[in-house]
């Protein structure tokens, strides 16, 4: 296994509580089991510059580090272990970081989308590549990060009690590629897979449904929840910024249009016929 470098970022990570606090851990059993940076790093599979990167902050803990900690200088305790979701928390866009928790224990997750492919249902490298191409800018390192994050998501398809999972896309979506022709259809078969998993719903709302005078996703992408409490909210994010809708009325209405919005979609057998076409398309 390559040894990785650790090489600081201009953005600091200090005011991360979790990351702080491991990385002061990772520092005391280090220093309780008289390693040098170089000598843990040798173990876990890191350069000794990762290690100091990751103790002073200048680079967040990855989730492979945490597992590589685990197994060195964890002692059994489990502290790693536990702590890589929080972590992963942290990595989140601020923004988006209240949801994630309610979407990670979620009973029910209905999704509409109208320019990207939903963030749960993404590949690594469209992910990358759509990322790659927001503006402004990432830095490489928090680039990695958030793709790192958002991958992680996926684990909801295999959660134990089951989520119920629903997707709606908006034709374009599947026609707007990002990264490359091999990118997309990559994504278009990911998708595809997922929509055959039993506890999956996927559906596409055609291109020319506003010529039949109703089209009920004019006014935007949404998520609608079920929490583990079998609370109702509603997850709403445009330019960057997110709002999450609890109010039982505007939480009802905005049900209502999404309801209204998969009656208008193709049906679940239509839809993955489509998406197979278009994969094929972007050979």
Excluded at 88 to 113: C, D, N
Excluded at 186 to 207: C, K, M, Y
Aim: glycine fraction near 8%; hydrophobic fraction near 40%; include cysteine.
């Amino acid at each position: 296994m390559p040894k990785e470098n650790g090489k600081k970022s201009k953005e600091s990570y200090e005011g991360r509580p979790m990351t702080q606090f491991i990385a002061e851990i990772a520092r005391l059993l280090r220093v309780r089991e008289n390693l040098t940076q170089e000598a843990l790093g040798d173990q876990i599979g890191y350069t000794g510059s990762a290690i100091s990167a990751m103790e002073t902050c200048a680079q967040p803990v990855s989730d492979r580090m945490l597992e590589g900690l685990e197994q060195v200088i964890g002692k059994g305790l489990g502290i790693f272990a536990a702590s890589r979701k929080y972590v992963l928390m942290e990595k989140y866009p601020v923004r988006f970081r209240e949801f994630s928790r309610m979407e990670a224990t979620a009973y029910t997750i209905s999704s509409y989308e109208t320019l990207v492919v939903d963030g749960l249902f993404q590949t690594e490298a469209y992910a990358r590549a759509l990322m790659s191409a927001g503006y402004p800018p990432e830095p490489k390192a928090k680039l990695e990060e958030l793709v790192e994050a958002r991958l992680a998501r996926r684990a909801l398809f295999d959660r134990d009690p089951t989520a119920m999972i629903e997707l709606i896309l908006e034709e374009s979506v599947l026609r707007r590629p990002f990264g490359s022709r091999e990118i997309m259809r990559g994504q278009l078969n990911s998708l595809v897979e997922d929509a055959e998993r039993i506890n999956v719903t996927v559906q596409i709302l055609p291109l020319d449904r506003g010529l039949t005078g109703a089209y009920a996703g004019a006014c935007g992408p949404m998520k609608l929840v079920e929490t583990e409490d079998h609370d109702h909210v509603v997850y709403l994010e445009v330019e960057d910024e997110g709002m999450l809708v609890s109010d039982r009325v505007k939480v009802s209405r905005l049900a209502q249009r999404y309801a209204k919005i998969r009656a208008q979609a193709l049906s679940p057998d239509e839809s993955l016929g489509l998406i197979r076409q278009l994969a094929g398309e972007w050979k």
